[in-house]
């Protein structure tokens, strides 16, 4: 009997030793999954009036007192109308929206650009009839 309670108090002191060391073990922060984690750009949408178009640097600046500036690259879809258009359509004064994500330097690149109407006028309450 005192053998029988030997053996098992012994094989639980062993399979307990290890499960425990298992689950003890530190995780794999090396994995792409983890990496891609540690490293997820921000999303955000954005609309403004476009201030400023820099062709040479492949940016636009918004009107407003952040003065958004953000990159247009070459897999950035610009639309017009609801039909592909270039950054050679992005004029000053026109109104655009999108959604933007934050590089790796900090910067805002354009995953979407949608090119709209000119600017909201301010209403003009002299015209207005009875």
């Known amino acids: 009997m005192k053998k029988l309670l030997l053996t098992s108090f012994c094989v ?3 399979v307990g030793g290890t499960i425990s060391t298992v689950s003890a073990a530190p995780k794999d922060t090396n994995t792409p999954a983890a990496a891609a984690s540690a490293t997820k750009a921000k999303h955000a949408p954005f609309r403004g009036t476009v201030e400023a178009v820099d062709t040479s640097a492949k940016t636009i600046t918004l ?7 953000i990159g247009i690259t070459d897999q950035t879809k610009i639309t017009k109308d609801g039909q592909p258009a270039t950054m050679k359509d992005i004029t000053v004064g026109t109104l655009v929206t ?6 790796t330097a900090g910067t805002w690149e354009a995953g979407s650009l949608k090119i709209g109407g000119a ?3 301010a209403a003009d309450k002299a015209t207005k009839t009875e």
């Open 119 to 121: 600017a909201k006028p």
């Open 12 to 14: 639980g002191l062993l």
């Open 98 to 103: 999108g959604s933007k994500k934050e590089t």
């Open 63 to 69: 009107k407003g007192a952040k003065h958004q500036v």
